[in-house]
């Protein structure tokens, strides 16, 4: 069971990986540029690509996932975030996102159209 969890899990963090490379790269393409992308940039892809897995499962299941699930997906989102820019997405953003993930969730009753609009945007649709 064990190691059938952590190919899961595994499976899951690639598919992670493969969408946020893909997302940074619209970022990249939108902004004009890699040097116009900053650490901000980062943190809100980060932010908002966790809340859309979250809000995917709520739609799905009727509630938002256990708070365990919660942290443990901002987790995979931040690591993985950590992964790709090692030097420029620290702990501390990767801290930053659990809690901003929690206060868009709870605070923004329309999040899954800012995401949906912010997705529209960076990949011009």
């Known amino acids: 069971m064990f190691?059938?969890?952590?190919?899961?899990?595994?499976?899951?963090?690639?598919?992670?990986?493969?969408?946020?490379?893909?997302?940074?790269?619209?970022?990249?393409?939108?902004?004009?540029?890699?040097?116009?992308?900053?650490?901000?940039?980062?943190?809100?892809?980060?932010?908002?690509?966790?809340?859309?897995?979250?809000?995917?499962?709520?739609?799905?299941?009727?509630?938002?996932?256990?708070?365990?699930?919660?942290?443990?997906?901002?987790r995979c989102v931040t690591d993985v975030m950590q992964q790709i820019f090692p030097r420029n997405y620290t702990a501390m953003h990767a801290e930053f996102a659990q809690e901003g993930v929690r206060i868009n969730l709870t605070q923004a009753p329309n999040m899954q159209q800012t995401i949906d609009r912010y997705y529209d945007k960076i990949y011009q649709r």
Do not use: W
Not at 21 to 38: C, P, Q, S
């Open 3 to 74: 190691r059938a969890q952590q190919a899961a899990e595994t499976d899951f963090k690639r598919k992670i990986s493969d969408d946020l490379v893909k997302n940074m790269d619209a970022i990249v393409a939108y902004k004009g540029g890699e040097h116009r992308v900053g650490i901000q940039d980062i943190e809100q892809e980060a932010i908002f690509y966790a809340c859309d897995i979250l809000l995917h499962q709520k739609a799905e299941a009727g509630r938002m996932p256990s708070e365990q699930i919660i942290t443990d997906i901002i």
